[in-house]
């Protein structure tokens, strides 16, 4: 079955704990970005990646990382989070751009206290 | 970055009406996506848009491509429970970046 999956889907942890995020997508899709959704703001693009080695930042990427060293797995890192990071986060991938469509996670709720 | 301004932000609608929603940008764009989420599940694509004036349907759902490029519409037909959930449009400009840009959602609730 085709699908995006992220780990974990809830977790709670303190403020200035590294923590990663895990994607991982199994159609072979080129594309693959992170999102944040808040209240009132919708989805905001934080990072994304047009390839392998190929990562660019989005609208909202202060204080995250990114890495893409294989085709199928796009982990988001927060090295130091902080409250205002607490968020309900999104992993997509599409097969090449983001005008086709994306395939979405079921996504991660972060809360950082 | 850039905006886009979803309205409404809310709709309340009776099983049967149609409705309407709109989506608004300061710049122009040269794709118009819309996606609808359900409860604790992730966006999925109903419509894409490619060109300017473009009218596409997907079943009940009809969306325009603005003229200016700077706007588009989604309207749904006839609705049922199952269209509860919110709408996102998402644009995208490919000339400058691959970034999309999401509204801020409109969130549809339909009574019996």
């Known amino acids: 079955e085709a699908q995006v999956t992220q780990n974990p889907r809830y977790l709670i942890t303190v403020t200035g704990k590294k923590l990663t995020v895990t994607c991982s997508q199994n159609m072979n899709h080129e594309y693959m970005s992170w999102y944040r959704q808040d209240p009132g703001l919708g989805l905001r693009q934080i990072y994304y990646s047009m390839n392998v080695e190929v990562t660019d930042k989005g609208d909202v990427p202060e204080g995250y990382k990114v890495s893409r060293k294989e085709k199928r797995n796009f982990p988001l890192i927060l090295e130091s989070p902080s409250p205002n990071q607490t968020s309900l986060y999104f992993c997509a991938s599409s097969f090449r751009s983001p005008d086709q469509p994306q395939h979405f996670g079921d996504g991660t709720r972060l809360s950082i206290l | 970055g850039q905006q886009l301004n979803q309205s409404p932000q809310s709709m309340f609608i009776q099983e049967g009406e149609d409705v309407s929603m709109n989506c608004t940008s300061s710049s122009i764009f040269n794709t118009w996506l819309w996606y609808k989420q359900d409860p604790g599940e992730g966006p999925v694509l109903l419509i894409a848009?490619?060109?300017?004036?473009e009218l596409t349907s997907n079943g009940r759902l009809t969306a325009q491509f603005g003229i200016t490029r700077k706007d588009s519409f989604l309207n749904i037909s006839a609705s049922i429970p199952s269209d509860v959930g919110i709408y996102f449009c998402?644009?995208?400009?490919?000339?400058?970046?691959?970034?999309?840009?999401f509204g801020t959602g409109t969130r549809l609730q339909v009574t019996l």
């Open positions: 848009l490619y060109k300017a004036g």
């Open positions: 998402a644009g995208l400009n490919t000339g400058t970046a691959s970034k999309l840009t």
